[in-house]
């Protein structure tokens, strides 16, 4: 019996020193396990005499309840501790500030959307075509028949004598005369592509294509639309200046300079000196290419231009090297 109560008096003492589950699973194997001092007792049941055995047994099974009952009492109240802590400690303050990276447009994107947005201001709508063209629309129905010089002014991706990446926006002409009735005002934004790379040039870059046909159209009208043009995309002070040129799809041809919207036309870096900077080829619709499309140019005459749209990005950011538009540098990106 005072084996009995030593166990108690021991379990007693270090009940109050369990602070943790491991612990805890230790004092549980000291005293319940197959060796522990709860099974000692029971061992020494035979050396006790037969009357006092049974009331032995009563105490040891007492003894056992109450060591399993604390035990159970003191995991639960430790399980409950230890996921308080655990919650505690994995708390997330859902109102801290997150940091968000967000994305932005391309320069290119945002130019070409400016660009058509003036456009469409103007009254023009916007169609897209294929990248892939065939020889017969980018070339042919443009006047530039096989063999013609003026293949030679736009170096081609040919995927066969007949299909080839478009070098310009231009064959959008032909494809929209071919399924719209006068009049027509439409832009085409688009990427082209032509095998040259340097700082001003990219296999890849981009075009805008403009077209009106109507009664009546002259070369007033595309100096008018371009004036406007210049005025609403760099600033209300800026002029155009129409020079001589040759598009075997226009005639007569125009190169297009705006004046410099970084000097005013004093003459500076961006202008190379010179107060102009050139945006674009134009010019009145060649009657070949109106009738090869199935208008009749006794009836109507047409204004086209084809902008670089690339070109209007550096312009306007400042941008020295086309390629850094392409490399997509992460560093170069985030300034826009
Ligand atoms: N397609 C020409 C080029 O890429 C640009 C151009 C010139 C387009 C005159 C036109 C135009 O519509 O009338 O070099």
């Keep these: 019996m005072d084996n009995i109560s030593n166990v108690q008096k021991s379990f007693d003492s270090e009940k109050s020193k369990i602070k943790n589950l491991n612990f805890l699973n230790e004092i549980k194997v000291k005293y319940l396990g197959k060796s522990g001092e709860v099974s ?14 049974p009331a032995f ?7 056992r309840d109450y060591i399993e009952s604390n035990l159970a009492k003191i995991e639960t109240e430790l399980a409950e501790k230890e996921k308080k802590a655990k919650l505690k400690k994995e708390k997330i303050d859902v109102t801290i500030p997150v940091k968000i990276n967000k994305g932005s447009l391309h320069p290119i994107t945002t130019v070409k959307n400016e660009i058509t947005e003036i456009f469409t201001g103007l009254g023009f709508e916007v169609l897209e075509g294929p990248e892939v063209e065939t020889d017969y629309y980018n070339f042919q129905m443009l006047n530039i028949p096989k063999d013609h ?4 002014m736009q170096d ?7 299909l ?9 002409q032909a494809r929209t005369m071919e399924v719209k009735k006068p009049p027509i005002r439409m832009v085409c934004p688009g990427k082209v592509y032509r095998a040259d790379d340097d700082a001003t040039h990219s296999p890849i870059f981009n075009q805008i294509e403009g077209l009106v046909i109507d009664k009546k ?12 043009f210049v005025k609403i995309f760099f600033n209300k002070n800026t002029k155009t200046r129409f020079r001589p040129s040759y598009f075997p799809f226009t005639e007569p041809s125009v190169e297009v300079d705006a004046s410099c919207s970084e000097c005013g036309g004093k ?7 010179t107060g102009w900077i050139e945006i674009l080829g134009a010019g ?4 070949k290419v109106l009738d090869n499309a199935g208008i009749d140019s006794k009836k109507y005459s047409g204004f086209a231009f084809g902008l670089g749209i690339d070109r209007m990005a550096m312009i306007k950011y400042k941008i020295n090297d086309l390629r850094l538009m392409y490399e997509n540098d992460i560093r170069f990106l985030k300034q826009f």
């Design 40 to 53: 000692l007792l029971m061992k020494n049941m035979k050396n006790i005499s037969p009357q006092d055995r």
């Design 57 to 63: 047994g009563k105490k040891v099974n007492e003894i």
């Design 149 to 152: 010089p003026a293949r030679d």
């Design 156 to 162: 081609t991706f040919y995927f066969s004598d007949n």
């Design 164 to 172: 080839l990446l478009r070098t310009h926006t231009s064959p959008m």
């Design 217 to 228: 159209i002259t070369l007033c009208d595309l100096k008018g639309i371009l004036d406007e």
């Design 267 to 273: 003459g500076c870096k961006v202008c190379k000196g």
């Design 284 to 287: 009145m619709v060649n009657p």
